[in-house]
């Protein structure tokens, strides 16, 4: 993977996953890392796996919806490694559950990780990107960014934010002239922990969902994830798509507009699990 050699990234989340495999992945091209995650355990074997390619990679603790830390935080990265090139706000949760019984501090949990976070490490890297003179923010979204459907209404409302902030992100960085490039990521399902980790609504059955969501829909593997993500980081694309399901649904959507919500509220109940 060209273009990477020499760049410092932060990636958020680092410690499974998605991040986890990018960690991995931008240590291969060269980038030097600085690696967080709230899951210190998964982290540390993040930072063996990096370390064991021969980069410098900082790894911490941080928790992406404490504003304060996540600005000390990149102040400290920035001392460390003297620059930062690209930021990956990765870090996520996922809920499921309708909306008629879904508790506001769920909805708000879910927005607090998967929108402020990337608002916070956003905000908190953007001097910094801008004074490297070549920037990159990198915001993952979802596929449910994109299009919603029944029991994810706080994570596509999450999901659709993170599009809608990083879009006009992007725009903002042409209009002022500043040398930092922006891209959302719209992962489909991936071989990773999210619906383990996940939590549901009361009633629901968190077991079932995740074992549907990783034997019917999870179909890339995280490793591929990471790959299709620096490729679209390198070719400088404002929307990377992930996986077949990804492709063919961001296409069913722009070919019916708003009609594919009638299509999914007769389909998908009966498909998932009760
Ligand atoms: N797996 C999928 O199918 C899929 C699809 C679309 C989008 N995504 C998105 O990809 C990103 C990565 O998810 P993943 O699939 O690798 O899941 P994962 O659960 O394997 O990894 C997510 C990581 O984020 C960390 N995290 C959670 N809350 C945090 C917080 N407050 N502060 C810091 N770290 C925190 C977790 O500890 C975990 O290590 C998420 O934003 C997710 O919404 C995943």
Same mark, same amino acid.
């Given at each position: 993977?060209?273009?990477?050699?020499?760049? $410092?990234? $932060? $990636?958020?989340?680092?410690?499974?996953?998605?991040?986890?495999?990018?960690?991995?992945?931008?240590?291969?091209?060269?980038?030097? %890392?600085?690696?967080?995650?709230?899951?210190?355990?998964?982290?540390?074997?993040?930072?063996?796996?990096?370390?064991?390619?021969?980069?410098?990679?900082?790894?911490?603790?941080?928790?992406?919806?404490?504003?304060?830390?996540? %600005?000390?935080?990149?102040?400290?990265?920035?001392?460390?490694?003297?620059?930062?090139?690209?930021?990956?706000?990765?870090?996520?949760?996922?809920? +499921?559950?309708?909306?008629?019984?879904?508790?506001?501090?769920?909805?708000?949990?879910?927005?607090?990780?998967?929108?402020?976070?990337?608002?916070?490490?956003?905000?908190?890297?953007?001097?910094?990107?801008?004074?490297?003179?070549?920037?990159?923010?990198?915001?993952?979204? +979802?596929?449910?960014?994109?299009? +919603?459907?029944?029991?994810?209404?706080?994570?596509?409302?999450?999901?659709?934010?993170?599009?809608?902030?990083?879009?006009? %992100?992007?725009?903002?960085?042409?209009?002022?002239?500043?040398?930092?490039?922006?891209?959302?990521?719209?992962?489909?399902?991936?071989?990773?922990?999210?619906?383990?980790?996940?939590?549901?609504?009361?009633?629901?059955?968190?077991?079932?969902?995740?074992?549907?969501?990783?034997?019917?829909?999870?179909?890339?593997?995280?490793?591929?994830?990471?790959?299709?993500? %620096?490729?679209?980081?390198?070719?400088?694309?404002?929307?990377?798509?992930?996986?077949?399901?990804?492709?063919?649904?961001?296409?069913?959507?722009?070919?019916?507009?708003?009609?594919?919500?009638?299509?999914? +509220?007769?389909?998908?109940?009966?498909?998932?699990?009760?």
């Amino acid at each position: 993977m060209q273009g990477f050699a020499g760049k $410092v990234a $932060v $990636v958020t989340g680092a410690g499974s996953g998605i991040g986890q495999a990018l960690a991995v992945e931008l240590a291969r091209a060269g980038a030097q %890392l600085a690696i967080s995650d709230v899951d210190t355990e998964g982290l540390a074997e993040t930072e063996r796996r990096v370390a064991a390619l021969g980069v410098r990679v900082k790894a911490d603790r941080l928790d992406v919806t404490e504003r304060e830390a996540f %600005l000390i935080y990149a102040d400290e990265v920035k001392e460390h490694f003297g620059k930062v090139n690209q930021i990956y706000n990765n870090a996520g949760i996922a809920y +499921s559950g309708d909306i008629e019984i879904t508790p506001f501090k769920d909805i708000e949990r879910v927005m607090d990780v998967d929108f402020w976070g990337v608002v916070n490490g956003t905000k908190a890297f953007l001097p910094h990107l801008i004074a490297s003179g070549d920037g990159h923010v990198i915001n993952v979204s +979802s596929l449910f960014g994109l299009l +919603s459907v029944p029991a994810q209404g706080a994570y596509n409302a999450a999901k659709f934010a993170v599009r809608g902030f990083t879009e006009a %992100l992007r725009q903002e960085m042409v209009v002022a002239g500043h040398p930092v490039k922006v891209t959302t990521v719209h992962p489909g399902g991936i071989k990773t922990a999210i619906a383990r980790n996940a939590t549901v609504a009361e009633g629901l059955d968190a077991a079932a969902l995740a074992e549907f969501f990783d034997r019917r829909l999870a179909s890339t593997t995280a490793e591929e994830a990471a790959r299709v993500i %620096l490729a679209g980081v390198r070719k400088n694309r404002a929307r990377v798509l992930i996986g077949n399901d990804a492709r063919a649904l961001d296409l069913l959507v722009r070919i019916t507009g708003s009609g594919y919500q009638w299509l999914f +509220s007769r389909a998908i109940p009966r498909l998932r699990p009760r």
